[in-house]
T-cell receptor, first 115, second 110 residues
Framework: GAVVSQHPSWVICKSGTSVKIECRSL??????MFWYRQFPKQSLMLMAT?????????EQGVEKDKFLINHASLTLSTLTVTSAHPEDSSFYIC???????????FGPGTRLTVT | GIQVEQSPPDLILQEGANSTLRCNFS?????LQWFHQNPWGQLINLFY???GTKQNGRLSATTVATERYSLLYISSSQTTDSGVYFC????????????FGKGTHLIIQP
């Protein structure tokens, strides 16, 4: 149980285009999902908290107009990187919290390369 | 915000050895998780352990919440244990994201 999927696993896009990443909880409902970013050989950094049916909360320094988050259902959150630039190239990982607890379960991540 | 420090940053051991990884945190927490990140980047949940002791096979973990540290023990290491181990903590009632330490890079040599 407690499986989280992400799609796509990897994506290459041209500078200036937008990319959407999906995060799904497959066997549980999640009112709260989280988006993290990991640069090479670094740790994970929280970008934003996504709550079903409400606006996302962004961490300091994360541009909300650049990283659009939508949490339309209890099993799906999406992250859209708008007008991507090479510096947005990174490993993006989502997590989901089961309704019943505080433990977070992580997706396999999406590797974004912007050329 | 809360600070998380992991030690050692790097650890090289021979197969069969035991190891202890440490995680210190700067404030009270209600979520502490240990992860193993595999070479493809997937975070594998090892333990959810905001307090107390748990064991799962060759791995065990202890969190002493009052002293703000957690330990991850790996016994009889195997080459497949290699990778980066992260400790992450959270406050609040589950609505908060996790703050990660910088990780311990473990290499198990055959």
């Amino acid at each position: 149980g407690a499986v989280v999927s992400q799609h796509p696993s990897w994506v290459i896009c041209k500078s200036g285009t937008s990319v959407k990443i999906e995060c799904r909880s497959l066997d549980f409902q999640a009112t709260t999902m989280f988006w993290y970013r990991q640069f090479p050989k670094q740790s994970l950094m929280l970008m934003a908290t996504s709550n079903e049916g409400s606006k996302a909360t962004y961490e300091q320094g994360v541009e909300k107009d650049k990283f659009l988050i939508n949490h339309a259902s209890l099993t799906l959150s999406t992250l859209t990187v708008t007008s991507a630039h090479p510096e947005d190239s990174s490993f993006y990982i989502c997590s989901a919290r089961d309704l019943r607890g505080t433990e977070q379960y992580f997706g396999p991540g999406t590797r974004l390369t912007v050329t | 915000g809360i600070q998380v420090e992991q030690s050692p940053p790097d650890l090289i051991l021979q197969e069969g050895a035991n190891s202890t990884l440490r995680c210190n945190f700067s404030d009270s927490v209600n979520n502490l998780q240990w992860f193993h990140q595999n070479p493809w980047g997937q975070l594998i949940n090892l333990f959810y352990i905001p307090s107390g002791t748990k064991q799962n096979g060759r791995l065990s973990a202890t969190t002493v919440a009052t002293e703000r540290y957690s330990l991850l023990y790996i016994s009889s290491s195997q080459t497949t244990d290699s990778g980066v181990y992260f400790c992450a903590v959270g406050k609040g009632g589950g609505a908060d994201g996790l703050t990660f330490g910088k990780g311990t890079h473990l290499i198990i040599q055959p």
